[in-house]
């Protein structure tokens, strides 16, 4: 969906999506699972800038590998939203002074408007966490022989290696081969 400077300028432009599984591509491992829905509406807040402020909530269910076992997670994102978006040109009329608190929070567009999808995936990239895990309790990957440590414990011993002193350890030995 597209939402027009046009339309906004005559009236607030209310939506209600359905959007399947495959159609917004997120980044290359978070993958859609389920219908994105969302319901909002979006309003020309200031019209000589052409300010577009957008409000709505959208749920949607995400599948992505765990951070620490690379195991499959999937991950139900229920997220309210109320973004505002500028046209690139105020951001570029602004030059590279300092930049006001206001404006980090301000997303910018191109052309006549914005489309909805591209809104929708920024909010969910948002509201994922920081780390993806299957759970709390996850123990992840050996770093030794690459067993997923939740299935089955393996044994390995990986060696704590102090970098400090590497340096001294490699002149040590080029000094014990002089000799």
């Given at each position: 969906?597209f ?14 999506v ?10 290359g ?5 389920s219908?994105?829905?969302?319901e ?13 402020r957008?409000?709505g ?16 997670v999937?991950?139900?994102?229920r997220?309210?939203?109320d973004?505002?978006y500028?046209p ?11 930049i006001?608190e206001?404006a980090v ?10 489309q909805?999808?591209d809104?929708l995936?920024?909010?969910v ?6 780390q ?10 050996c770093?030794v022989?690459?067993?997923n440590?939740?299935?089955?414990e393996?044994?390995?011993?990986a ?9 001294l350890?490699?002149l040590?030995?080029e000094?014990?081969q002089?000799?």
């Amino acid at each position: 969906m597209f939402i027009t400077l046009q339309e906004l300028d005559q009236r607030v432009v209310r939506f209600k999506v359905e959007i399947p599984a495959g159609e917004i591509e997120f980044d290359g491992k978070v993958a859609q699972s389920s219908v994105l829905g969302a319901e909002g509406s979006a309003e020309l807040l200031n019209h000589a800038l052409g300010e577009i402020r957008l409000q709505g909530s959208l749920q949607v269910t995400v599948n992505a590998p765990c951070d620490r076992c690379l195991e499959p997670v999937s991950l139900p994102i229920r997220s309210p939203f109320d973004l505002v978006y500028m046209p690139t040109s105020a951001a570029v009329e602004g030059g590279e002074d300092e930049i006001d608190e206001a404006a980090v929070e301000v997303g910018y567009y191109e052309g006549n408007g914005l489309q909805l999808n591209d809104v929708l995936r920024e909010v969910v990239l948002l509201a994922l966490p920081m780390q993806l895990v299957c759970s709390e309790r996850c123990k992840g990957i050996c770093p030794v022989c690459g067993q997923n440590r939740n299935q089955r414990e393996c044994g390995c011993q990986a060696a704590a290696v102090d970098d400090r002193w590497s340096k001294l350890k490699n002149l040590r030995a080029e000094i014990g081969q002089r000799n």
